[in-house]
């Protein structure tokens, strides 16, 4: 997976790269008009060693398959085990709220795991920058 970016800021050893992600309705002809489009903004400060100037054209790269494995974090996994804490507390006869408070407090320990393991994590999902080549 690949997003073109710039380069905003240049640190010792890393950059910070502003990348603008764009729905997959913004190549629509009509997006201007129905307002479903949106695009973000955001900003990566990626460990990099090359040599990189301040509004340097780069793309930012992630490999297909850590791409997919924090989509797996990110997503799917939350979801996976948010359905089988509501099935499971509802077929235990747990009452409504408690069935609620239940899956919030298994979000929140999720997110908390996630927070613990963030460097680790950090690790696997590496990107990297490189330089646009100009026409």
Same mark, same amino acid.
């Given at each position: 997976?690949?997003?073109?970016?710039?380069?905003t800021a240049?640190? =010792?050893?890393?950059?910070?790269?502003?990348?603008t992600s764009?729905?997959?309705?913004?190549?629509?002809q009509?997006?201007?008009?129905?307002? %479903?489009?949106?695009?973000k903004?955001?900003?990566?400060?990626? =460990?990099t060693?090359?040599? %990189?100037k301040?509004?340097?054209?780069?793309?930012v790269?992630?490999?297909?398959s #850590?791409?997919l494995l924090?989509?797996?974090?990110a997503? /799917?996994?939350p979801?996976?085990?948010?359905?089988?804490?509501?099935?499971?507390a509802?077929?235990?006869?747990l009452?409504?709220? /408690?069935?609620?408070? /239940?899956t %919030?407090?298994?979000?929140?320990?999720?997110?908390?795991?996630?927070y613990?393991? #963030?460097?680790? /994590?950090?690790?696997? %999902?590496?990107?990297?920058?490189?330089?646009q080549d100009l026409?």
């Amino acid at each position: 997976m690949q997003h073109p970016g710039t380069v905003t800021a240049v640190k =010792p050893g890393a950059v910070t790269v502003q990348i603008t992600s764009v729905s997959a309705c913004s190549a629509c002809q009509a997006h201007s008009k129905c307002g %479903f489009a949106e695009s973000k903004t955001k900003t990566l400060d990626i =460990p990099t060693n090359a040599s %990189f100037k301040v509004g340097d054209p780069v793309t930012v790269t992630i490999d297909h398959s #850590r791409g997919l494995l924090a989509t797996w974090w990110a997503y /799917l996994l939350p979801a996976l085990l948010l359905v089988a804490v509501v099935l499971t507390a509802s077929l235990a006869g747990l009452s409504e709220p /408690l069935v609620i408070l /239940l899956t %919030f407090a298994t979000l929140a320990l999720y997110i908390l795991l996630l927070y613990l393991l #963030r460097h680790k /994590l950090d690790s696997r %999902f590496t990107l990297t920058v490189t330089k646009q080549d100009l026409p």
